[in-house]
């Protein structure tokens, strides 16, 4: 099954708009990661963020997580075309790696 | 792709014939993964290793067998290949000590 589920499944912004996509997962969980995938492509790690912290930061990326409402949200800032990718969040509840992703959003930033 | 490779990238086959899936690293790291991407289910896992001749089952593991005799190369066999195992397969690898995983480019499979 799932563990994790994503909102909303399709994004279609402006360049220079901000994007933000939210994710719900089940269980308790070690940390949890987002990724980026290009059309056609393997998938790109993008940020982990530990089950003890509540916000991160890389770059044009912010991502919290609320271990309360088991919920993360991934903001891209000032977003750019070339961020035209689907989005996953993954879950590691193991602490073997083994990730449970979510189902992705799919984000068009149009020029 | 961070020193992993896939072979082959397509694969077309017929219900019931075997069919094997090959992942190569370069990176020397000891965890690698198969995944299955399919529309509506997002990436789930098939089976993992965390070193030579040590593997384990995913969630979506059946109709599917695996083995890793080298650090280097994971195998994904699919011993009687059905139309339900028409995927893209990922392969990953990650570092111990690490929680990032390091996507292959994958593999279109499709099973007629």
């Known amino acids: 099954s799932q563990q994790g589920e994503e909102d909303p499944q399709a994004l279609s912004i402006q360049e220079g708009e901000n994007a933000t996509m939210n994710c719900s997962y089940k269980t308790s969980i070690n940390n949890l990661q987002w990724y980026r995938q290009n059309s056609g492509r393997g998938l790109v790690h993008l940020i982990l963020?530990?089950?003890?912290?509540r916000e991160k930061h890389s770059g044009r990326l912010r991502v919290t997580l609320d271990t309360s409402k088991k919920s993360s949200s991934l903001l891209i800032t000032a977003s750019r075309a070339a961020d035209t990718a689907s989005y996953f969040c993954?879950?590691?509840?193991?602490?073997?790696?083994?990730?449970?992703f979510g189902t992705g959003t799919r984000l068009l930033v149009s020029p | 792709d961070a020193g992993i490779t896939q072979s082959p990238r397509h694969k077309v086959t017929e219900t019931g014939t075997p069919v094997t899936l090959r992942c190569h690293q370069t990176?020397?790291?000891?965890?690698m993964y198969w995944y299955r991407q399919d529309p509506g289910h997002g990436l789930r896992l098939i089976h993992y290793s965390y070193g030579v001749k040590d593997t384990d089952k995913g969630e979506v593991s059946d109709g599917y067998s695996v083995s890793r005799s080298k650090t280097e190369d994971f195998l994904l066999t699919l011993e009687s290949a059905t139309s339900s195992q028409t995927s893209v397969y990922f392969c990953a690898i990650a570092e111990d000590g690490t929680d990032t995983q390091y996507f292959g480019p994958g593999t279109r499979l499709t099973v007629l």
């Open positions: 990176e020397n790291h000891r965890y």
């Open positions: 963020i530990r089950s003890n912290e």
């Open positions: 993954a879950t590691d509840a193991t602490g073997f790696q083994k990730l449970v």
